[in-house]
Nanobody
């Protein structure tokens, strides 16, 4: 089975930065597209960013474009989400997800992903 474990969340002030990590195990990480989603309290889970298996293709939600960067290290079976210039509206539980594919298509829908982590809380105070 695939396991995804997120880390790096916390409480920060507006304008600060955080880097989330998602460590994967159980299958060949290098053959998987990875995505980050977030779910604010009382709202639907929404797409944040995605990266293809090789790292050659990325996509972002408009709300985070220019502030967040997704990256991966296949040697470490880890995907990262660097979050800069954080805003209170970025407050949410952040989840990583994976889909095993060699496609470079940018998967932005929840249903595109087969495995999910447990999430890590990010809280941004104003």
């Amino acid at each position: 089975q695939v396991q995804l474990v997120e880390s790096g969340g916390g409480l920060v002030q507006a304008g600060d930065s955080l880097r989330l990590s998602c460590a994967a195990s159980g299958r060949t990480f290098s053959s998987a597209a990875m995505g980050w989603f977030r779910q604010p309290t009382g709202k639907e889970r929404e797409f944040v960013a995605t990266i293809s298996w090789s790292g050659g293709s990325t996509a972002y939600a408009d709300s985070v474009k220019g502030r967040f960067t997704i990256a991966r290290d296949n040697a470490k079976n880890t995907v990262y989400l660097q979050m800069n210039s954080l805003k209170p509206e970025d407050t949410a539980v952040y989840y990583c997800a994976t889909r095993f594919t060699y496609s470079h298509y940018s998967y932005t829908e929840r249903n595109d992903y087969n495995y999910w982590g447990q999430g890590t809380q990010v809280t941004v105070s104003s």
